[in-house]
């Protein structure tokens, strides 16, 4: 099952990349975590409404937002954590650059139950239970 999970969130990264957040809408579980550990707004959701709510939320606090594609994977059990880069502009113009931007995600039964979006690879590995 590991494989898939990575192939899931690699499918996911794609689509955000090409700014559809809205994209694999069909791999979360209905009571999916959602947890933003930086930013503007940090907080949680659970649920995929409120997922969607929050992110909506998030994005409309930036000029723009481009997620980069995946640089690192480490993927065990029910856990994978991806590395990637992150690109925004403030409403107010400011550049936001995060060269190792971090994510957990939590499977059980082949659908994601919790995501934790950071601004730090390593807090993504601390928050699925991971060490490098």
Known sequence: MSQE??????RLYDAWEHGDFAAEM???DADVELILDFGFEQGSARGIDAMRDMWREQLSLWQTWSTGPIEKVVEKGDHVVVS???????KRGVPVHMDDAGAAFTFK???IVRVVATDDINKALEAAGLRE
Do not use: D, I, M, P
Request: charged share 25%; proline share 0%.
């Open 109 to 111: 039964e082949g659908k």
């Open 26 to 28: 069909q791999s979360y």
């Open 84 to 90: 990637h880069r992150l690109r925004a502009r403030s």
């Open 5 to 10: 999970n990575v192939n899931t969130v690699c």
